[in-house]
C-alpha cells in the first residue's frame, strides 16, 4: 500500500473502506444498502490511490454485475430510468481491462441516449436553445448541464474521439454558460431574467470543457468559481470547484487547505456520504480536473 | 367539469399545460380531471390560523403555541410522535434569504413540536435545484441552527426511496417514489415560504412538497415532473404524501418572479392549518391572489380540501387585516389574471 500524504487523508480512507460491502461495492451511507453511484465513486477514489486493490476490484465487479444489457448503470434496479450513474461507471472501470468490455457497452448507451429535446420557441420564456442535444439525469426528461458535462468527461477518459455527439453535447453547455459567467443546473434565462451560477455545476462545465473551448470563451466563469472558492467549503461544491479550476491550470494555492476545511465541517454535519468523501479525496489528489486522477494507479 | 360552488372557472389543466406545453416545459398527459383514486369530491371544512409576526427575531414560538391551540394541536395528539418538518430550500444564496424558509422559523417549528411531547424532530428536504444540500444549510443559515438545536436533517435527495401508488392520477405516473424517511415519520409537516411562481403561480405548502420527492429518482431539477405537468404532478404528490399540518413563513415572502428571482415582499405573517388546500388558499387572498385562479389549487378544491372562503373558519388574525398584494408580473403566464376580483 502506497503511503498516502495526509493523515486526515488516511482517516478518511478508512471511513471509506468501512462502507464497503461485503458482496461487492459500496453504500451511500454507513450501514446502507449497495448503491452505483457511490460505489463508482470510491471505486475511482480507491484506484487513484493505488490501495484496496481487492476491494476496488469487487466494487468495478459489482457494479459490472448490475449493469442492464443495453449497457446503462442506474441508481437501482427498481428504477432503469434513473441512469445518470452510467458515465460514472465508465469512470470506474478506466484503466481496468477485465472490465473493457462493461466499459464499452456503457460507452455505447451513452452514445445513443440523449435527453428529451424541442425547437426552440423564440416567444418561449426559456432562453436556452432547447433543441441542442445532451444528457439527462432520468429518461424522458430534459438535458441538463451536470449530467451533461459528467458524460463529455466519461467519454473523454474512456478514449472516446470528438464526433458529431460530443460536440454537439460541447455546444450545449456553452449554450447553457451564464453571460455573467458559470452554470447552473441548466437553465440560464427564464422570462428576461438571467438565473444565479451554481458552483458545482460550474466546476463540472469547466471540467468537461477543457482542451474543447478556448479560454476566452469561458474566462468569466473561471473568474466566477475563482471568487467563489474563497469562501466556499461545502464538499460537493469545493470539490468540483477545484477540479473545474484545475482542469484549466487555474488550481489555487490554498487547495489542500480548503480541502481541509471542508473535512472538518464533518464535526458539524456528521459524516459525509460516500461520494462526497470519495470526491474530496480525488480532488485533494489530483494536479488538475477528474482525468488527472481517474485511470492512473496511484495518482497521489 | 365545474368546482362546486363555483361558476367562474373550470378546473381546465389543459389551458396552462397548453401554455407551458408550448414551452416544453410542461405536457398534456391526458384528457379531464380525473375523479379517481379516492379523490372524489366532497364536503370539506377546513380552519386555518394567521398569525401577525413582524420580523424574525420576534417571539415566533408563541405564534406557533398560540396557533396550535386554536386549531386543537394538543399534546394528546402529539406526545411520542416523530415530526419530519419540510422546509422549501429550493436553492440558497447568501443575503437573499426571501427565497427559502427562514431558520428561525424551523427552529420555532421545531421548538414547539418538542415542547407539546414529540419525541423527535428531524429536518428533511431535497432541494431541487442544488445537489449540494451542506451548501444549502450553509448558505440559507439552517446549519447553523439545526447544529445549535441538535436537530437532524435528512437529505431527500439521496435517500432511498419506496414506491407508492400515485392516489392523485392526474399525471401518468402510476407510482411516486418517495424518501424512507417519509414512512418512518408519524406527522409530515410541510414548512413553506410565500411565495408566487413562474410556473404554478404561487409556491406555497403544496407545491413546496416537490422537495419530498428524491432527487436520484426524479433529477436536478425535478424536470420529470415539469413533463408531467406541474399542477398535475402538485395534485398527485399531495394526495399521495396526505401531509399532516402545514405552516407558510410570510414574514418575508417573495413576489414578481418567484421562485428565485422575485423580491422580498413583507407581509408579516406566519399561516397554519391541517388542510393544505385551504391553508394554500387563505394564504393566496393574503396575497391578493384569487385561489380558483391558481390552477393546482382549483383542482384541489372538494377533492383534497375547501378552497371557498366561507368553507375555511379563519382563527387569529383576519385575511382582511393582514391583506397586502403581491406583485404579479403580466409577462408571466401563470400569473396574468390571477389578481383577486379582477375577471
Known amino acids: 500500500m502506497m503511503k498516502l500524504p495526509d493523515s486526515q487523508i488516511v482517516s478518511q480512507m478508512e471511513t471509506l473502506r468501512g462502507r464497503a460491502l461485503s458482496g461487492g461495492g459500496f453504500s451511500h451511507r454507513p450501514a446502507g444498502e449497495y448503491r452505483a453511484d457511490a460505489t463508482a465513486w470510491a471505486a475511482m477514489a480507491l484506484a487513484a490511490t493505488g490501495t484496496e486493490e481487492g476491494l476496488l476490484g469487487m466494487a468495478r465487479d459489482r457494479i459490472a454485475d448490475e449493469q442492464q444489457e443495453d449497457g446503462r448503470v442506474s441508481v437501482s434496479p427498481e428504477h432503469p430510468e434513473a441512469f445518470w450513474p452510467t458515465p460514472l461507471a465508465v469512470l470506474a472501470w478506466e484503466g481496468s481491462p477485465a472490465h473493457r468490455e462493461a466499459q464499452s457497452r456503457a460507452v455505447t448507451f451513452l452514445e445513443k441516449t440523449t435527453g428529451r429535446h424541442f425547437v426552440k420557441d423564440p416567444d418561449a420564456p426559456v432562453k436556452h436553445d432547447t433543441s441542442i442535444k445532451g444528457w439527462s439525469w432520468v429518461a424522458g426528461s430534459h438535458s441538463m448541464v451536470e449530467p451533461t458535462a459528467l458524460s463529455l468527461i466519461a467519454l473523454r477518459t474512456a478514449g472516446q474521439g470528438e464526433d458529431g455527439r460530443t460536440r454537439e453535447a460541447i455546444r450545449m453547455l456553452m449554450d447553457r454558460q451564464l453571460s455573467a459567467g458559470g452554470w447552473n443546473y441548466g437553465n440560464t434565462s427564464v422570462y428576461g431574467q438571467e438565473l444565479y451560477p451554481q458552483t458545482e455545476n460550474t466546476g463540472l462545465a469547466l471540467d468537461a470543457l477543457a482542451g474543447r473551448v478556448s479560454r476566452n470563451d469561458v474566462a468569466r466563469s473561471l473568474g466566477y468559481l475563482e471568487e467563489r472558492l474563497t469562501h466556499v467549503r461545502a464538499p460537493l461544491s469545493l470539490g468540483w470547484g477545484l477540479l473545474g479550476l484545475g482542469a484549466w491550470g487555474a488550481r489555487p494555492g490554498n487547495a489542500r487547505l480548503w480541502l481541509r476545511e471542508s473535512y472538518e465541517l464533518q464535526r458539524k454535519y456528521g459524516p459525509y456520504d460516500t461520494t462526497l468523501l470519495s470526491l474530496l479525496l480525488l480532488s485533494f489528489l489530483a494536479t488538475g480536473g477528474l482525468g488527472s486522477v481517474v485511470g492512473r494507479q496511484g495518482a497521489g | 367539469m365545474t368546482l362546486r360552488g363555483n361558476t367562474r372557472k373550470k378546473v381546465d389543466w389543459g389551458r396552462r399545460e397548453f401554455l407551458l406545453g408550448s414551452l416544453g416545459w410542461g405536457f398534456a398527459a391526458s384528457g379531464g380531471l380525473s375523479v379517481l383514486g379516492g379523490c372524489t369530491k366532497r364536503d370539506w371544512r377546513a380552519d386555518t390560523f394567521i398569525a401577525k409576526v413582524q420580523n424574525y427575531e420576534a417571539d415566533i414560538v408563541s405564534a406557533f403555541g398560540k396557533g396550535f391551540r386554536e386549531l386543537a394541536v394538543g399534546a394528546e395528539e402529539i406526545k411520542g410522535k416523530r415530526i419530519l418538518l419540510k422546509p422549501n430550500l429550493i436553492e440558497p444564496h447568501a443575503g437573499a434569504g426571501h427565497i427559502n424558509t427562514h431558520p428561525g422559523v424551523v427552529r420555532a417549528a421545531a421548538e414547539a413540536f418538542l415542547r407539546l411531547g414529540a419525541s423527535e424532530v428531524l429536518v428533511g428536504e431535497g432541494p431541487g435545484h442544488s445537489r449540494d444540500s451542506v451548501l444549502v444549510l450553509e448558505e440559507s443559515g439552517l446549519g447553523d441552527v439545526l447544529a445549535g438545536e441538535h436537530i437532524p436533517f435528512v437529505d431527500l435527495n439521496y435517500e432511498p426511496g419506496y414506491k407508492a401508488r400515485n392516489l392523485g392520477r392526474q399525471s401518468r405516473l402510476a407510482t411516486l417514489t418517495l424518501p424512507a424517511t417519509l414512512a418512518r415519520a408519524d406527522w409530515v409537516v410541510s414548512v413553506a415560504k410565500m411565495k408566487t411562481h413562474h410556473w404554478a403561480g404561487v409556491t406555497l405548502s403544496m407545491k413546496n412538497l416537490f422537495g419530498l420527492m428524491p432527487g436520484i429518482y426524479y433529477g436536478w431539477p425535478k424536470n420529470v415532473f415539469h413533463w408531467e405537468g406541474i399542477d ?49 388558499a387563505t394564504c393566496a387572498r393574503i396575497m391578493g391572489i384569487d385561489p380558483y385562479k391558481v390552477v393546482h389549487l382549483a383542482a384541489s378544491s372538494g377533492r383534497l380540501g375547501p378552497i371557498r372562503e366561507s368553507d375555511i373558519r379563519q382563527r387569529g388574525e383576519r385575511i382582511a387585516s393582514v391583506r397586502t398584494d403581491f406583485a404579479l408580473l403580466d409577462r408571466i403566464h401563470a400569473q396574468r389574471g390571477i389578481r383577486l376580483g379582477s375577471r
Open chain 2, 232 to 280: 398535475r404532478c402538485i395534485f398527485d404528490i399531495n394526495a399521495t404524501v396526505k401531509p399532516h399540518f402545514a405552516i407558510v413563513d410570510g414574514i418575508v415572502g417573495m413576489e414578481g418572479d418567484g421562485p428565485i428571482m422575485g423580491n422580498p415582499h413583507h407581509a408579516g405573517v406566519i399561516v397554519m392549518g391541517r388542510n393544505l388546500p385551504a391553508l394554500d
